[in-house]
């Protein structure tokens, strides 16, 4: 659930969680995939699949290669943390529920936009707001294990909740 949750915050990041997939063969006989096709090359759109049925039943918006580019940057800062060296549990959980807001809102721009699909969109709401009314003063007060290890990560004003549901989990 945890892995998952983590893809589907970088592809609504990206706003091209269902993008499309081209196949081509390279110079030297390999196949090759990409979500761009490749210039001066023969390439076949792919029907790609999920757990919510084919990717290309529903028409998505694609975006331009520098926007793709900067969110997979972003994405991947994103999950970089450090531990904090005190937890502060009031400042963990206003920053959780702050950061989880942040991507609630990204992905509600790209679903209105056109950038992602309504049933990924839905799954992602769903998950991330069951996420976000986990966050509690007191859980993290009497927390141990991984889960102090996520309010200590949140402790940290420099990370952001995805990298810390990433590295601790959000137990």
């Known amino acids: 659930m945890r892995n998952r949750l983590i893809v589907l915050c970088l592809a609504l ?3 091209a969680a269902q993008a499309a997939v081209y196949k081509w063969v390279d110079e030297n006989g390999v196949t090759q995939y990409s979500n761009q096709p490749p210039e001066n090359k023969n390439a076949q759109q792919v029907k790609t699949f999920s757990n919510s ?6 028409p998505v918006k694609p975006i331009n290669k520098e926007t793709q580019e900067f969110a997979e940057a972003l994405g991947k800062s994103l999950l970089k943390t450090k531990q904090a060296s005190t937890l502060n549990c009031t400042q963990a959980v206003k920053d959780g529920q702050s950061g ?3 991507m609630l809102e990204v992905g509600r721009k790209n679903y209105k936009d056109g950038y ?13 707001n069951q996420a976000r009314g986990r966050f509690s003063v007191g859980e993290c007060q ?17 990370n952001h909740v995805m990298g810390c549901m990433k590295n601790y989990g959000n137990f």
Do not use: E, H
Request: include cysteine; charge should be neutral.
């Open 100 to 102: 989880i807001d942040s």
């Open 142 to 158: 009497s927390s141990s294990g991984r889960a102090r290890d996520f309010y200590l990560c949140l402790s940290n004003p420099n």
């Open 13 to 15: 990041l990206a706003g």
């Open 53 to 58: 049925g084919m990717t290309g039943s529903t």
């Open 116 to 128: 992602v699909a309504k049933d990924q969109y839905d799954r992602f709401n769903t998950q991330l």
